[in-house]
Nanobody, 114 residues
Framework: VQLQAYGGGLVQPGGSLRLSCAASRSIFSLNVGAWYRQAPGKQREFVAS???????NYADSMKGRLTISTDNAKNTMYLQMNSLKPEDTAVYYC?????????WGLGTLVTVSS
């Protein structure tokens, strides 16, 4: 399976972005899908997850500002991020939970700056 995250970019503080994760085959209907991020100089950390039944979980640092969702017909997972802060600047990756090493892709860079 190949997972490709995209949709990142430069956004001002308080702005919004919607990230997408395209899978090469059906995976999110069978596994817990998840987003992770790695800020400069820090370890990769969990951001959000969604089960095949739609139950979601969010990191405390971003709770209330995120919405994770999937479209199983398109083999795609999304992450809507609102009220972005400079500390949200990171490379965002998609994977399943728990993550599988070979599923890590290049991620997509989100930069929050004025």
């Amino acid at each position: 399976v190949q997972l490709q995250a995209y949709g990142g970019g430069l956004v001002q503080p308080g702005g919004s972005l919607r990230l997408s994760c395209a899978a090469s085959r059906s995976i999110f209907s069978l596994n817990v899908g998840a987003w992770y991020r790695q800020a400069p100089g820090k370890q990769r950390e969990f951001v959000a997850s969604i089960t095949s039944s739609g139950s979601t979980n969010y990191a405390d640092s971003m709770k209330g500002r995120l919405t994770i969702s999937t479209d199983n017909a398109k083999n795609t997972m999304y992450l809507q991020m609102n009220s972005l802060k400079p500390e949200d600047t990171a490379v965002y990756y998609c994977n399943i939970f728990p993550p599988i090493r070979v599923y890590w892709g290049l991620g997509t860079l989100v930069t929050v700056s004025s």
